[in-house]
Each structure stands twice: as structure tokens, then as C-alpha cells.
């Protein structure tokens, strides 16, 4: 029994398995990020797939976003700019926009618990295994998964379901995750939900 009943009051969810989508609410208005986005959209519709698929499983979706260095971000707000037809990375947002009941964290650096409230989370929808998805490969993938390892968290990185800018840096990355880090980085249409 939890000590602060409180906080587990807006996690009402109980998961061994959540999926994480990082960093896919982005403009891609930035050095790179035109190549980035070509990488991504293929990514964004598979993982569009695997969303559904969790949600049906009752799976918790947890989006773990960057604050883009804005120290008064507004997950809401970004939402909404990145949704923009004005903005590149619109059709990716469009794909992947957040339900009423998916949860979301802010990060301001590569790793999704570097200074966030995810552990937190994880632990009160007593998660043991954590699904990651999203962008960059690389880079907030990679860091993320790091640090998630160390938490003794079961990884499973689709390798359908993740992009970087170059398609070798990716094949690196996932080859990295799955060597080192123990990944499983079977394609998302082999995830069954029931069996995890």
C-alpha cells in the first residue's frame, strides 16, 4: 500500500507494461530536423498502429517530451503550436496526438527521467517493463533507455517504432540497445500485449 494515496490519485492505471512515445510531438523546426522528419513520419505511422493496439490492451501511454529549453512549457501549448499546418512536423502531431487519458512528462535533457516526475509515475502504475518509442534513436532513445536499464526497467524499442536522422546512426543505435542494454527490438506488429 502506497503512503501517499494522494499522488496516486491522477495515476489511476496499474501496468506491468507501459508505452513511452518520446520526443514525437515536435515541429521539426530545427538544424536537421527536415531530415529527421522524413525518418520519422514512416515511424510515426506504425507507432499510430501500436497506440491503438496498446490502448485496446489498457496499456497506459505516457509521452515524454522535450521543453524545447523552455522552462515554462506547457505540454497543452506545444500540442497545439505543433499542430499547425505551418509547421513541419504538423503531420507527425496529427498522427500521434495525445487521448484525454494518456499521460505526459516534460523533460529538459536527452533521458526522459534526467529531472522529471517519470520514475515517479512508473512507480505508481507499478510498471515493470517500458516500451520505447520515438526520436532520436540516437540520442533521447538511447539516453532514456540508459537510464531505464540501470532502473532494472524490461526494454522493448520496436525497431519500427524509432527514427534518427541517418537511417546507419539508427541501425547502430538499435544494435547498441539491443547488445548492451538487452533491448528486445522485435518489430511492433510482433508486440502481443496480452503475453507481456
Same mark, same amino acid.
Given at each position: 500500500?502506497?503512503?501517499? *494515496?494522494?499522488?496516486?490519485?491522477?495515476?489511476?492505471?496499474?501496468?506491468? @507494461?507501459?508505452? /513511452?512515445?518520446?520526443?514525437?510531438?515536435? $515541429?521539426?523546426?530545427?538544424?536537421?530536423? *527536415?531530415?529527421?522528419?522524413?525518418?520519422? /513520419?514512416?515511424?510515426?505511422?506504425?507507432?499510430?498502429?501500436?497506440?491503438?493496439?496498446?490502448?485496446?490492451?489498457?496499456?497506459?501511454?505516457?509521452?515524454?517530451?522535450?521543453?524545447?529549453?523552455?522552462?515554462?512549457? $506547457?505540454?497543452?501549448?506545444?500540442?497545439?503550436?505543433?499542430?499547425?499546418?505551418? @509547421?513541419?512536423?504538423?503531420?507527425?502531431? *496529427?498522427?500521434?496526438?495525445?487521448?484525454?487519458? $494518456?499521460?505526459? @512528462?516534460?523533460?529538459?535533457?536527452?533521458?526522459?527521467?534526467?529531472?522529471?516526475?517519470?520514475?515517479?509515475?512508473?512507480?505508481? /502504475?507499478?510498471?515493470?517493463?517500458?516500451?520505447?518509442?520515438?526520436?532520436?534513436?540516437?540520442?533521447?532513445?538511447?539516453?532514456?533507455?540508459?537510464?531505464?536499464?540501470?532502473? $532494472?526497467?524490461?526494454?522493448?524499442?520496436?525497431?519500427?517504432?524509432?527514427?534518427? @536522422?541517418?537511417?546507419?546512426?539508427?541501425?547502430?543505435?538499435?544494435?547498441? /540497445?539491443?547488445?548492451?542494454? *538487452?533491448?528486445?527490438?522485435?518489430?511492433?506488429?510482433?508486440?502481443?500485449?496480452?503475453?507481456?
Amino acid at each position: 500500500m502506497s503512503q501517499n *494515496e494522494d499522488l496516486h490519485g491522477n495515476a489511476p492505471d496499474e501496468s506491468n @507494461v507501459v508505452l /513511452l512515445l518520446i520526443d514525437v510531438i515536435s $515541429d521539426f523546426e530545427f538544424s536537421d530536423g *527536415e531530415k529527421l522528419f522524413e525518418s520519422a /513520419l514512416p515511424m510515426a505511422k506504425k507507432l499510430a498502429a501500436l497506440k491503438e493496439k496498446a490502448k485496446k490492451a489498457n496499456v497506459p501511454v505516457i509521452y515524454v517530451n522535450d521543453n524545447f529549453g523552455k522552462w515554462q512549457s $506547457d505540454f497543452r501549448k506545444l500540442l497545439k503550436h505543433c499542430l499547425d499546418k505551418s @509547421v513541419r512536423g504538423s503531420r507527425i502531431a *496529427e498522427l500521434l496526438k495525445p487521448d484525454e487519458d $494518456d499521460y505526459f @512528462v516534460l523533460k529538459p535533457k536527452h533521458s526522459g527521467f534526467y529531472s522529471t516526475t517519470l520514475e515517479t509515475l512508473l512507480e505508481y /502504475l507499478n510498471s515493470k517493463t517500458l516500451i520505447l518509442t520515438g526520436v532520436a534513436t540516437d540520442i533521447c532513445i538511447l539516453f532514456t533507455a540508459s537510464d531505464a536499464y540501470m532502473r $532494472d526497467y524490461k526494454l522493448i524499442i520496436p525497431s519500427d517504432c524509432v527514427a534518427a @536522422v541517418e537511417k546507419d546512426e539508427n541501425q547502430h543505435a538499435l544494435k547498441y /540497445l539491443e547488445k548492451v542494454l *538487452e533491448a528486445d527490438t522485435r518489430p511492433s506488429d510482433e508486440i502481443d500485449f496480452e503475453k507481456l
